[in-house]
Nanobody, 120 residues
């Protein structure tokens, strides 16, 4: 099995910064795309940013220029640096990864989520 564990959420004032981190562990052969999604109350889960194993990124327009995704392939981690936070960024943030497991096959995994709350 594969586990994704997030950390770094919390409460911050508008204009502030937070950094989210996610570490993958378990029966991992390799990790393909890793990403961050978020879900606000009453809304659908949406992509925030994703990054391929080679480092190519895709970032939602709503956070472009404020959020930066990065990863460390050796440490099996993905991070999201969030600057200039706005109240509308308030959501539960989820780590996601496409993992090629040791027993074979590529599977999609989710972390348990971490709350980010931005006060005005």
């Amino acid at each position: 099995q594969v586990q994704l564990v997030e950390s770094g959420g919390g409460l911050v004032q508008a204009g502030g910064s937070l950094k989210l981190s996610c570490v993958a562990s378990g029966s991992i052969s390799s990790i393909n795309t890793m990403g961050w999604y978020r879900q606000a109350p009453g809304k659908q889960r949406e992509l925030v940013a994703e990054i391929t194993r080679g480092g190519s990124t895709n970032t939602a327009d709503s956070v472009k220029g404020r959020f930066t995704i990065s990863r460390d392939n050796d440490k099996k981690t993905v991070s999201l640096q969030m600057n200039s936070l706005k109240p509308e960024d308030t959501a539960v943030y989820y780590c996601n990864a496409w993992v090629y497991i040791i027993m074979g096959g590529t599977h999609n995994y989710w972390g348990q989520g971490t709350q980010v709350t931005v006060s005005s």
